[in-house]
C-alpha cells in the first residue's frame, strides 16, 4: 500500500482516508494545514493512485482491518481518523472494528446508511461504469462534488479531477460502487465513543445536510458544521473552512480526548 508521512513524527497522528476515485493527493491541504502540529498520514486505499489493485471482492471489515494495521505502523497510541465520502464510511467500520485504535473520528461528506433507491442508483452506477467506462459517469459526479461556481471558476481543480477519475480502473470503481450499496451501520454508532466531528457541504446532493445530522444523532458524543458555499468534495472545495473546523476540533480533543465532550 502507497502512503505518505508528514509533521511531527512523535505528535499525535492524524490518518485521512480519501473519497473513491481520488488518491492521497486530495488531501494536500489538509496535511499543509496538518502537519505543524501533528504526526499526519495519508494512504491511496487499494485500486487507487499508486496502491495495488483489488484482486477479490473488498468488504468494509477488510477495509478496516488494512486501516487498522496503518494504524500499528505508523503510530504507537490512537489516532485522530478522518475519512471523506467512502473514506468516511471506511472510518466508522474502523472506530467499530478498533475502537482502541481511535482518538478522535472526522466523518466529512459521508453517511451512515442509505435509502433503498440510492443503493439501487450506486448499483445501477456501478453496471454503467463496467459497460461504458469511466467518461459515462464522468459529468454527473463533477456536478455531484462542486459546486457551480466551482465548475464554472476554478478550471485547475475541474481539469486535475477529470484527470484523475478518466484515469481511474472501471473495475475497481464498479466494484466498490457495488461495496457501497448496503452499507448500513446507523444501529451500531451508538458504540462509538470517542469524540466525532461531521462536516457537510451547504449544497451537497450527495450526503446532504440532513444526511449528516442522521449521522451525527446516532453518536453519542459528535458535532456538525456545515461549510457554506460547498457542495460534497469540500476539502479540495473549500479546504480553508475544512481545515480551520478540523484543527479546531483536533486541538480541544487533543487535551484529553478521552474525558472531554466535544460541544
Known amino acids: 500500500m502507497n502512503w505518505v508521512q508528514a509533521g511531527t513524527e512523535h505528535a499525535e ?14 488531501w494536500d491541504r489538509q496535511i499543509e ?5 501533528y504526526n499526519v498520514v495519508a494512504f491511496d486505499l487499494p485500486g487507487h493512485g499508486r496502491s495495488p489493485k483489488l ?16 494504524i500499528e505502523r505508523v503510530s504507537t497510541g490512537p489516532v485522530h481518523l478522518v475519512g471523506i465520502s467512502f473514506g468516511g464510511m471506511i472510518a466508522q467500520a474502523t472506530a467499530l472494528g478498533r475502537p482502541d485504535l481511535i482518538r478522535t473520528l472526522t466523518l466529512i461528506g459521508t453517511a451512515c446508511t442509505f ?7 450506486m448499483r445501477a452506477r456501478a453496471e454503467l461504469v463496467r459497460t461504458a467506462g ?7 459526479s463533477l456536478e455531484r462534488w462542486f459546486t457551480p461556481q466551482t ?27 457495488e461495496m ?61 473552512a475544512v481545515n480551520d473546523a478540523l484543527r479546531a476540533f483536533l486541538q480541544v480533543c487533543s487535551v484529553s480526548a478521552a474525558n472531554q465532550v466535544f460541544v
Open 115 to 121: 435509502p433503498e433507491e440510492a443503493w439501487k442508483g
Open 134 to 140: 469511466m467518461a459515462a459517469i464522468l459529468q454527473s
Open 33 to 37: 494545514a496538518l502537519q505543524v502540529d
Open 151 to 177: 465548475r464554472a471558476q476554478r478550471p485547475d481543480i475541474i481539469d486535475r479531477v477529470t484527470k484523475t477519475v478518466l484515469a481511474d480502473d472501471p473495475a475497481v470503481h464498479a466494484a466498490i460502487w
Open 13 to 26: 497522528t492524524v490518518v485521512l482516508i480519501h473519497a473513491v476515485g481520488y488518491d492521497l493527493t486530495y
Open 55 to 70: 484482486t477479490e471482492d473488498w468488504t468494509f471489515d477488510d477495509a478496516a482491518v488494512l486501516v487498522a494495521d496503518l
Open 180 to 240: 457501497i450499496s448496503g452499507f448500513d451501520v446507523h444501529d451500531r454508532l451508538e458504540k462509538v465513543s470517542c469524540p466525532v466531528l461531521v462536516l457537510v457541504g451547504e449544497q451537497d446532493p450527495s450526503t446532504p445536510v440532513e444526511t449528516a445530522f442522521t449521522l451525527a444523532n446516532a453518536i453519542p458524543d459528535s458535532k456538525v458544521i456545515v461549510i457554506p458555499g460547498s457542495s460534497h468534495v469540500v476539502t479540495v472545495e473549500n479546504p480553508v
